[in-house]
């Protein structure tokens, strides 16, 4: 059957995703409705998901795909979102950032704050997933920008390139712990952390220099631009501002909450009790570790009334509203492009290494990058290589555990090119930086395409070393 061609399929995902960008760049149409009308364009082009459009009720089945797509993104990460905006609010309506800022800029000085951005992601996203960490420390960035002078845009991709980074090679994230599981690395989890932090070190610090360079050439967002009051004339009018450890507390509580939570989960962790590590397990949860950093936010109220917490509570859940939206209709347009057979179609490609091809460890990184490009999320792509190609790895001549690892690397490089309009990730940032949609794809997506061709580099360097 023509709609079944792998070919036309092909076609069919490039015109859905040059959709999304001519729509959102050059028509300025708000990228929830973009994302939407590429999603129904998918599905009845490639008869999603019910395979034959003489299926009675196909029209009705497109609209549930839809809908469960928007519905799982928002169940994933929608109470996420939401307290992450509330939180930065109280932050930065408490005077917290500025103070986080002030003791930021104290340790690594007022000439690197990209630096200091980038390496703080970087380490953050080890226990979090990164946007998690990039609403997280959202505030830390503004609060840094303003005392320094450093540009928004700068700060905004060396953050967001520094928690990518570390998020799809060390574990315990979930795509390098499902590698891990997959390859049989269980037994060889420091050489996975020591060769992950090799491979991620200068990737998150290339994404940091290229958020350095593109910076000159993009104007400021326009919340940031508008704004006359200077730094002292804001610190003047917020009075008093509060103390180091009560500023960072809503921060360090989740993230530490999390890291906990994250080894809880992992096997013959030093949890031995069931209902003390069942504990961390359930603190550990994102929604659970957040609502712990509302409740540490409370401590900078400063005797404030219960309707100044409200007003700031109401601002933050409007804030929250459009990222909201955005998140949603990325895992509609997502749900859908998994709906179809993309997967199994690049999958075929595996039969390549059964006769003999010297594809090496590029084949996965490639393919990867397909997949991540295709459907938004390096995990799904990371999961999906993996268990992909894991069978394979004897046969391939991947026979020892470095040669595994690599191989592992080689996956997580690919999975990072390159974010764009169905990754949920790409539209957190693309809200909290400011950024227009056409900066933010000459930032954000050619600075994580960067980054995952600068790994797979560090790969192949290290694979004639090692192998």
């Known amino acids: 059957m023509f709609f079944d061609s792998n070919a036309v399929m092909a076609i069919v995902l490039i015109l859905a995703i040059g959709m999304v960008m001519f729509l959102t760049i050059k028509l300025k149409v708000h990228p929830f409705i973009a994302m939407l009308l590429a999603s129904f364009f998918v599905a009845f082009t490639l008869y999603v998901p019910s395979g034959s459009i003489s299926t009675p009720n196909y029209v009705t089945d497109v609209s549930t795909l839809i809908g469960s797509g928007f519905g799982y993104v928002l169940s994933s990460i929608g109470i996420i979102i939401v307290l992450g905006s509330i939180i930065g609010t109280i932050l930065e309506m408490s005077g917290a950032a500025i103070k986080m800022g002030e003791v930021v800029i104290r340790i690594v000085g007022r000439t690197h704050p990209a630096l200091a951005m980038n390496m703080l992601g970087f380490l953050v996203a080890i226990p979090v997933f990164s946007d998690s960490g990039y609403l997280i420390l959202t505030p830390l960035r503004k609060a840094v920008s303003q005392r320094t002078g450093a540009s928004p845009v700068a700060l905004s991709i060396a953050l967001s390139t520094g928690l990518y980074a570390s998020h799809v090679f060390i574990p315990p994230t979930p795509g390098p712990v499902v590698m891990i599981s997959d390859f049989g690395l269980g037994n060889s989890l420091l050489l996975v952390i020591v060769i992950g932090l090799i491979v991620a070190i200068p990737t998150s610090l290339v994404g940091m220099l290229y958020g350095i ?68 397990i ?183 070393f090692l192998m």
């Open 282 to 464: 359930f603190l550990g949860d994102p929604a659970t570790a957040l609502f712990a950093g509302f409740l540490f936010s409370l401590l900078l109220l400063k005797g404030a009334k219960i309707e100044v917490l409200s007003m700031w509570v109401s601002e933050g859940v409007h804030s929250a509203g459009s990222i909201l939206a955005i998140a949603g209709a990325s895992g509609a347009f997502a749900q859908v492009l998994k709906s179809t057979n993309i997967i199994g179609s690049i999958s075929e490609l595996s039969g390549l290494f059964s006769h003999g091809s010297s594809f090496g460890l590029l084949l996965p990184f490639f393919v990867a990058s397909i997949i991540k490009i295709s459907l938004g999320s390096s995990t799904i792509a990371i999961v999906t290589v993996s268990n992909l190609f894991a069978p394979l790895l004897v046969e391939m001549g991947y026979v020892s555990n470095i040669s595994h690892v690599l191989f592992m690397m080689s996956i997580g490089a690919g999975s990072m090119i390159a974010s764009h309009a169905n990754d949920s990730y790409f539209w957190i940032v693309v809200e909290l930086s400011g950024m227009s949609v056409h900066d933010a794809y000459k930032a954000r997506t050619i600075a994580t395409a960067l980054q995952g061709i600068v790994a797979m580099i560090i790969v192949s360097i290290l694979s004639s």
């Open 213 to 280: 360079f593109i910076a000159k050439y993009i104007k400021p967002p326009k919340a940031i631009k508008k704004s006359h009051i200077s730094y002292e004339t804001l610190v003047t009018e917020l009075g008093d501002l509060p103390s180091a450890w009560k500023s960072f507390m809503p921060i360090l509580a989740p993230i530490i909450f999390m890291a906990l939570g994250s080894i809880a989960r992992v096997q013959d962790a030093p949890f031995q009790i069931e209902w003390i590590r069942n504990t961390f």
